[in-house]
């Protein structure tokens, strides 16, 4: 499995846009063979800060998905959302075993 936290700071009068853009490219991405989960989830202690938990089948899917209209186009509409510039954080798959997705 391919495994990454997006961790991203929105700027307040942007969230409802974000969330909107973002479920929008969420719902597409697990249309797409490679994805087995993508979460968008809000930190409870500040809203502002916003995390996507995406787990791709293989680095290729991955790449699959970077390369997508609907990613292109959430790119695009969340380019202004961000307080500060987004980071990632890539996991190894620990439990369950990759076999049983």
Known sequence: MHILHVHMK??????D?????TLANALNTLKEPGCVR????????DGSH?????????????????E??????????????FAEPRSRT???NIYPDDDAF
């Open 17 to 21: 846009k974000f969330i909107a853009a």
């Open 50 to 66: 916003f995390e996507l938990i995406e787990i791709y089948r293989d680095q290729a899917a991955h790449a699959a998905h970077r």
């Open 10 to 15: 929105i700027k307040p009068e942007r969230i």
């Open 90 to 92: 890539f996991y190894r």
């Open 68 to 81: 997508s209209e609907h990613y292109h186009a959430w790119a695009e509409r969340v380019a202004d959302d």
């Open 38 to 45: 993508f979460d968008l989830v809000q930190d409870t202690a």
